[in-house]
Structures are given as C-alpha cells and as structure tokens.
C-alpha cells in the first residue's frame, strides 16, 4: 500500500539529488506517493519571504511527513530560513543527524567514529529574535525554554535506548550563560537519573567540541542546544569523510522532515556530478519513520555495498579504494544494481522488524512565587563617562522607590568603581533595584521611566529583575 509523502526538489543540485533519491526508492520497493510542492528561490524571488506558498502548508500538515532537497535563500535581509520556518512552525523539536565513518572507503583520520548528534531545533539563539539597539549594538535573544530543553533531552534518551546506544553527552556552555545554558544542564542531569541504563556525562561546549573534533570515538550520542547543534553536526560529518555523506531528520510531534545536511551548491547545478547520499541517507530514516524499515535495510546494505565497491561520485574519489568516478544518475543506478546485497566489510544495517515511534510527555510543574525586585533599564547614550551617567542617574532618580545600584557596559560593571580600561559603547545596562527588598511594583517602574525619560535620557528597553522561589531570576554583572 502506498504512503503519501510532501516532496520539494528544491533548488541547486536538489533536483538531480532528488530525483536519483526516488529512483532507488521506487527500486527498492517503497511504493512512495509523491505530493510535490515548490519552495525555495523562486518563491522567495515571487515576492514571499517565507519561501513557501501559504497554501502549501496545508499539504505538509495533511501529509505530515516532508522530504526536502537542499534550497537557496537569496541574500538579503528580508528573508527568512525557510528550514527554520518549517522546523518552528510543524513544531520538528528534535534534529537527529546520524553520522559514521566509512573507513577504508572514503578517507577520514577517524576510522572508529559512529556518533548521533540529537540537536534542539526551535529554541536558543534559533529563535531569530534581533534588534538594533544603538547605533553600534545589535542584539540577539538567547531563549531556553524548560518544556522545550526536556521535549529534547527524553527525546535523545529514548532514541538512544532505541539504537542500543550507551552513553549521552550534554554540552552547553553554562559555566557563562549560567541562566540559559545552565537550565539545559539542569534539566538534562534531572532526566538521566531516570535512565539508570545510560550512561550520562557533560561538557563545557568548547573543550567538548575540541575533543570530539580529535577523538570523536569517545563520543556515542550527544545531545545539545541548537546552535551548537548545527555547529557540531557538520563538523561531525566532515571529519567522518564529507558533509554529503550525512541525512537529517527533524521530529516533531505529529510531523517529520528529512534532508540532507548540506545545502544547495549552486557551482554544481545541472552537471549530473552532486553526490545524493546525504539526501539519502535522510531518506532511510524517513523510511524507518514510516515503519518501511525492511526497504530501509535493503537500500542502506545496497548504498554501503556501492561505496564498498568503490563506486565514487567526484567529492569522495581519491585513492586506492574508489575504483570508478560516476555521475548523480549513475550512482543511483549503481545503487539501485545492488539492492538485495550487503556489505562484506562496513557494518551492514540491520533495523528491527517493528519500529516504535518516540512519544515524549512533559509534565507541567507547579508555579513559583515570582518576586520583583527591580528593573535593568537599557540607555542609549554615547557619552562614554560612566561615573557621570551614573551620578547623573542618581541624582534624576532620587525619589524614586528604586535605587541605581551599577551599571554595565557590554555585561561588565562599570559603575560604580568601574575600571578605567574598559571599553564602553554607547549601550548601557542600569540596574535600579528596590530600596526596600521584595518591595519593587510595576508603578514603580513606569515612574522610574518617566523620571528618566524627563531627564533626557533615552531608554530603549527594560527587563524587569525577578526571583522565582527566592533564586535568582537574572544574572549579575561581570566583575560584581
């Protein structure tokens, strides 16, 4: 019986990609029923910044899974990427990119390297929100949300557990982003204690990153933020050998896409020379995900047998093992030539007869006692005297229930008793905190605003400082 599936041949190499993908599909006996849908360039070029038709998203809904070759999004500022958008909007929280060495046939220092990278897809810096604050500071948000941390850690155990993996590694960087990062940690050391039959570690993101750069053997499922995650996954996949060797699932809820890791490669287009086996290999774990996993099995032995064979495209032809320089089609017919055979020597895929989706539950938790107790008012000032923004505040603001308690300057405390080497913008955080604890109100605020504002001062955001069960809800400067 056949399954429906949302196709888009994208832009570049897509198409050719594409097209060799669902050959050896067809081949291999998936019965596929295609429901193709134009995203990318074009669409982008018609005037939607988006990159997909409005109503195109009614298809990938019904449909629920997407196969997706690589696009172009034109350069620019006003538009958006259109993997992100699908990611966010179908709520695809789990990017799952597999990714392995094929030693002796296609070249790698790592010869031992099978790791799963399980990354966050629709939080961290990710979220896109950005702002010009001055005329020399851009700001981007940083948002890490609990539900979605623990959405993504269960999420990479029980994939884990699933894949007979042994191990998980967190890494994040909340030794400075002790709020966002740090909550990532938390959640993640709260949840391996629920998976007595894995082992858990952690590392700081850039020791971490080095070190699986150089032994990536160490490592067998590592779970992180998003950025990190796009980060590490395409390093992971070409110190394996290639960044076109390597598929990605993105899982959500109801929904799923597939693609390969890597983008468009314009240069390319329309030789018949791109390589499609990370487009492929995202594709067989569609195949999983749709519980095809005996044509899954068959087409991955089949890839594996080919690249045995030393059957090459350009990318990946060099030395003693790559015996043939083939083209797009005829790699795929290479492929397809094998369908039935297995490896004699790589490790041969073999999936279980029934495959079990992921469903993670998150439990909501009971709420906190919030507590103001100030406000972090955001100047735009380019005088750059700190002692006299700060004497000049103190004085402006003396009635006010909210007391100037520092200034920083790029996160670094600059008043009171700032340094005088430290660089200054013209963006300044002032900290205005209660003068009785536990006191602060949001009238508080508003008049300590229009204190400010009738003094001259122009303020261009707050955040309000708050404690949640008497822990800080904000962080101190650098050097408080």
Request: aromatic share 8%.
């Amino acid at each position: 019986m056949s399954q429906k599936i949302t196709v888009a041949y994208g832009d570049g190499i897509g198409p050719e990609i594409m097209e060799a993908c669902l050959k050896i599909f067809d081949a291999a006996g998936a019965g596929l029923e295609l429901d193709e849908i134009k995203i990318g360039e074009k669409v982008y070029l018609d005037g939607n910044t988006s990159g997909i038709a409005d109503s195109d998203w009614a298809k990938l809904t019904e449909n629920k899974i997407f196969y997706k070759a690589p696009i172009t999004t034109p350069q620019g500022s006003g538009y958006k990427s259109l993997n992100v958008t699908v990611r966010k909007t179908l709520g695809l929280y789990a990017n799952v990119r597999p990714v392995r060495s094929l030693n002796p046939y296609v070249s790698t220092k790592h010869p031992k390297m099978d790791v799963i990278i399980v990354r966050e897809n629709e939080e961290d810096l990710y979220a896109g929100i950005e702002h010009r604050q001055t005329d020399e500071v851009m700001q981007c948000l940083k948002l890490i949300s609990r539900p979605g941390t623990e959405k993504i850690v269960r999420f990479a155990f029980e994939y884990a557990r699933n894949a007979g993996r042994k191990k998980i590694t967190c890494m994040t960087k909340d030794n400075i982003m002790k709020l966002t990062d740090g909550l990532f940690h938390k959640v993640f050391d709260e949840v391996a204690r629920e998976y007595s039959d894995i082992e858990s570690e952690h590392w700081i993101i850039d020791i971490g990153a080095a070190k699986f750069a150089d032994t990536p053997e160490a490592f067998d499922t590592i779970v992180v933020p998003n950025l990190y995650g796009d980060v590490m996954s395409d390093i992971s996949a070409q110190i394996a050998g290639s960044v076109g060797l390597a598929g990605s699932a993105n899982i959500g809820t109801e929904c799923a896409m597939f693609e390969a890791i890597h983008g468009s490669a314009p240069r390319r287009a329309g030789q018949n020379v791109a390589n499609p086996s990370g487009l492929l290999l995202g594709g067989i774990q569609m195949l999983n995900y749709m519980g095809l996993n005996e044509v899954a099995e068959k087409v991955e032995n089949a890839w594996l047998s080919t690249i045995e064979d030393g059957v090459h495209t350009y990318d990946i032809f060099a030395g003693e093992h790559s015996k043939q320089k083939v083209s797009t089609s005829d790699f795929a017919k290479a492929v397809i030539d094998r369908l039935g055979q297995k490896p004699q020597k790589l490790q041969e895929a073999n999936y279980p007869t029934e495959s079990r989706k992921i469903s993670v539950t998150v439990k909501p938790r009971p709420q906190q006692k919030k507590v103001l107790e100030g406000v972090d008012v955001f100047l735009h000032c380019n005088d750059r005297n700190a002692d006299k923004l700060g004497n000049e505040l103190t004085a402006q603001t003396e009635t006010s229930p909210l007391k100037l308690s520092m200034i920083t300057n790029r996160g670094v405390k600059v008043y009171p008793n700032g340094h005088p080497l430290t660089f200054c913008t013209d963006h300044w955080r002032c900290r205005f905190k209660a003068k009785q604890e536990g006191s602060a109100t949001a009238k508080d605020i508003v008049s300590l605003l229009e204190m400010i504002e009738k003094a001259g001062f122009d303020f261009i955001k707050t955040e309000n400082l708050y404690t949640f069960d008497g822990e800080l809800g904000y962080s101190l400067g650098q050097g408080q």
